[in-house]
Each structure stands twice: as structure tokens, then as C-alpha cells.
């Protein structure tokens, strides 16, 4: 379990399981260690050296890291490190929640009273530009992240698109598709489902077809 913050003081809540035995205060290597980079940016927030921390956390939450997103979202919503930006926190916690991140729906929902509904918006955009961009590179444990945007993110809850997001994610056996799958079905008219098959099929087709 990687090591988590939470509150106002940023608590170390869980030891990482592989702590680095380095300093080092960049990611300015050829090769970084996902792990050993984890490790520096804990460390960093640990001795309070914030803007490594932040250096770090955001390489790895641009590389679909949930735990480091989260705890760049803290470190921003705090303005430790980098000034305080509630919208781009807002935009890392979500990411962070749909990736699995228990603790990250309570940090969105403070999140949401810090951020006017306009750029709650622009936000939610972002999310799904990331999403999706990263399901267009061949990412596909971002289909069911994708489809759960649907139903957590978005201001109202629309079923439909997370049942064919969650279809094709069934269809190609990833994780949390069948069950989230079966979870909407009841939400859909049934006039609608076929519908939403074919919208489905077609999706997993461009998805699977050779380029």
C-alpha cells in the first residue's frame, strides 16, 4: 500500500512498501523508477521540501499513478509547493477516485465547495480528455475508469453511455467491466439497450480493428 496523505498537515497515513535509500531531488534521469520515485516525493513531504515533492508526484500522476495523484492534489489544494489551484486539485483527485483511491471521493467533495460550477465543468472536460486520450492509446484500463466517469463525475448520472462503456470493457475482459456492466443495465429503457449495444460494438471495433 503506498503511502497516502490526508488533512491539513499532510499525515503520512501508510508506510510504502519499498522506501528509497537515495536523496535525489530531480527526476532529470533517463530511466525513473516509478517506485523509487514514489518513495523521493514522500520523503520530500516529509522533510518538507514541498516543490520536490510536487516535481515528483507530478511526473507520475501524468503517468496514471493514482496514488501520486492524489497526493498532488493535496499538495496543490494546500498550495504547498506550487500555488494553490482547486480546479487542477479537483481535476487530479478525480482521476485519483475513478483509479480506485478510497479516500479521494472526500477530497473531491470538498474540492466541489472550493470550485465554481463553471470550471467544475471545464474540469470534468479535462478529465475526459485524459480519459479518453488515454483509451486512444492503447490504455484500456482506462474503459471502466471511463464509464465510472459517467456515473460519479458528471452532475447527473448517465447510465447509458456507462453501459456501453462498460460492455466494451467486458467484451475485452478488463477488470470491473461485467459487474459495472450489470450494475446499469436496469437503469436503461429497455427500447434503448439494442441501441446501445450497437453503439457499444461499434466502439469495440475501432478499438480492436488494425491501424
Do not use: C
Amino acid at each position: 500500500m503506498r503511502a497516502l496523505f490526508f488533512g491539513f498537515f499532510l499525515t503520512i497515513t501508510a508506510s510504502f512498501s519499498a522506501l528509497s535509500d537515495g536523496h535525489e531531488d530531480t527526476l532529470h534521469q533517463k530511466v525513473i523508477d516509478p517506485d523509487k520515485a514514489y518513495s523521493v516525493a514522500v520523503e520530500a513531504v516529509r522533510d518538507k521540501r514541498y516543490t520536490v515533492a510536487v516535481e515528483h508526484f507530478t511526473k507520475l500522476a501524468e503517468q496514471s499513478q493514482y496514488d501520486a495523484q492524489y497526493n498532488l492534489a493535496l499538495l496543490m489544494k494546500q498550495g504547498l509547493g506550487i500555488p494553490q489551484n482547486y480546479p487542477e486539485a479537483l481535476k487530479w483527485t478525480w482521476l485519483a477516485h475513478l483509479g480506485g483511491v478510497k479516500k479521494a471521493q472526500g477530497l473531491a467533495d470538498m474540492l466541489l465547495d472550493l470550485v465554481p460550477e463553471k470550471r467544475q465543468d471545464k474540469t470534468r472536460d479535462d478529465v475526459a480528455e485524459i480519459l479518453t486520450a488515454r483509451i486512444e492509446s492503447g490504455d484500456l484500463t482506462a474503459l471502466t475508469q471511463f464509464a465510472r466517469f459517467h456515473l460519479d463525475v458528471l452532475v447527473e448520472p448517465d447510465y447509458e453511455t456507462a453501459y456501453s462503456w462498460y460492455s466494451v470493457a467486458a467484451a475485452l475482459k478488463m477488470r470491473g467491466g461485467i459487474r459495472g456492466r450489470e450494475n446499469v443495465i436496469d437503469e436503461i429503457d429497455p427500447e434503448k439497450l439494442v441501441e446501445l449495444q450497437d453503439e457499444a460494438s461499434e466502439i469495440f471495433q475501432n478499438l480492436t480493428s488494425p491501424k
